[in-house]
């Protein structure tokens, strides 16, 4: 069973680092989503991508954050300079292709990033 | 921007009894997402809603797509212990975009 799979699955890093994490959604999955998660919160969308286009960003997604889909598999997304403020939940979620009329999203385990 | 609004925030209840909770907002979606999510864990969906007024069971829970399209609600019954955690509901619209909006959550407690 080769659900979504996120690495690491925790970081902790001191403020001013830049990290990168990573997203493989399941396979035959085209659509990508990443979400930050605060304690005592819901998800909030970051952004969207469909194959290797990112075709959505929320504003939170400020100028330090970037996320790529190169080949339209994995995904990673990185913060740059990083503030204690970015201390969350990292999730990753794919959908199956649009075409199937279903949205779906399956969620990996999520990165828990500690900034300090 | 979008919201949604989910009641209860939390929820105290006895195993056995059965428990309800919704989603409101002002906007429209398209697809209803229900979700159950354990400490450290990432959220495990539970129902996906794709009609106004759809009714869909899985299991002891039962999710509805409001008619407006701008309500869900989700019935848990005869709740368990292991039926503890934070459940999710969100919307999806996916007319001009993809984004998804989450509510804070409803905490179900069951005491045994």
């Not at chain 1, 069973?1 to 996120?6: I, L, N, Y």
């Not at chain 2, 409101?24 to 159950?36: D, E, P």
């Not at chain 2, 934070?86 to 993809?98: D, E, H, M, Q, V």
């Given at each position: 069973?080769?659900?979504?799979?996120?690495d690491?699955?925790?970081?902790?890093?001191?403020?001013?680092?830049?990290?990168?994490?990573?997203?493989?959604?399941?396979?035959?999955?085209?659509?990508?989503?990443?979400?930050?998660?605060?304690?005592?919160q819901?998800?909030?969308?970051?952004?969207?991508?469909?194959?290797?286009?990112?075709?959505?960003?929320?504003?939170?997604?400020s100028?330090r954050?970037?996320?790529?889909?190169?080949?339209?598999?994995?995904?990673t997304?990185?913060i740059?300079?990083t503030?204690?403020?970015?201390?969350?939940?990292?999730?990753?979620?794919?959908?199956?292709?649009?075409?199937?009329?279903?949205?779906?999203q399956?969620?990996?385990?999520?990165?828990?990033?500690?900034?300090? | 921007?979008?919201?949604?609004?989910?009641?209860?925030?939390?929820?105290f209840i006895?195993?056995?009894?059965?428990?309800?909770?919704n989603?409101?907002?002002?906007?429209?979606?398209?697809?209803?997402?229900?979700?159950?999510?354990?400490?450290?864990?990432?959220?495990?969906?539970?129902?996906?809603?794709?009609?106004?007024?759809?009714?869909?069971?899985?299991?002891?829970l039962?999710?509805?797509?409001?008619?407006?399209?701008?309500?869900s609600?989700?019935?848990?019954?005869a709740?368990?212990?292991?039926?503890?955690g934070?459940?999710?509901?969100?919307?999806?619209?996916?007319?001009?975009?993809?984004k998804?909006?989450?509510g804070?959550?409803?905490?179900?407690?069951?005491?045994?």
């Open positions: 069973d080769t659900g979504v799979s996120q690491p699955r925790h970081k902790i890093t001191k403020r001013g680092q830049n990290v990168t994490f990573r997203c493989d959604p399941i396979s035959e999955h085209n659509r990508l989503y990443w979400y930050r998660q605060t304690l005592g819901g998800p909030e969308f970051l952004t969207y991508f469909q194959n290797e286009a990112q075709l959505e960003k929320s504003r939170l997604l100028d954050f970037s996320a790529e889909r190169p080949k339209g598999s994995f995904s997304l990185e740059q300079r503030e204690q403020g970015d201390s969350a939940m990292y999730l990753c979620a794919s959908s199956p292709p649009l075409a199937g009329g279903y949205n779906e399956f969620f990996g385990p999520g990165t828990r990033l500690t900034v300090l | 921007g979008q919201q949604l609004n989910q009641s209860p925030q939390s929820m006895q195993e056995g009894e059965d428990v309800s909770m989603c409101t907002s002002s906007s429209i979606f398209n697809t209803w997402l229900w979700y159950k999510q354990d400490p450290g864990e990432g959220p495990v969906l539970l129902i996906a809603l794709y009609k106004a007024g759809e009714l869909t069971s899985n299991g002891r039962t999710a509805q797509f409001g008619i407006t399209r701008k309500d609600f989700l019935n848990i019954s709740s368990i212990p292991s039926d503890v934070i459940y999710f509901c969100a919307g999806l619209s996916n007319t001009g975009g993809f998804t909006i989450f804070a959550g409803t905490r179900l407690f069951v005491k045994a």
